[in-house]
């Protein structure tokens, strides 16, 4: 007799479980974008779910992954969010990297940015893949400083 096939975790139902049994009061709301599925958090404790620098949140976001990947290898990806941060802090770091871009072009040397994990660096690349002046350059993914590069175009 084979073995029954293990069932599907739903990833909202798996999240409210695991911050409910952190002791965490919150709504979760899930939607679905192009590439992978959001649950997004509303809750009064939402510095804490954030921690310093959203390192809980990206902690939050990469054990629910694993754990849904475990459950099942066709698990969607999955993004936690808490009251929009994410875009909070995609919109402030666009608009820090417009501004260095400014003076990029108007003394035309290269600027090195700090390290950036592949969410951000890509965040970088794709606000200026559309801009005539300004190209970005990223080392490969083999390298150990990720640091995104804004230069003049030739």
Known sequence: MPAPSPMTLDPRETLETMLGLLGFFCEVQETREESCVVLQIFSADK??????????????QMLLNRMLLANSKDAPKIQVDVEHYRAMQEDRLVTRVRELAQSVRMNGRPLQMEPMNAYERRIVHNAFADDPEIMTWSPSENARLKRVVLKRRS
């Open 47 to 60: 510095d804490r779910l954030i921690g310093p620098e959203g390192r809980v949140l990206e902690d939050l």
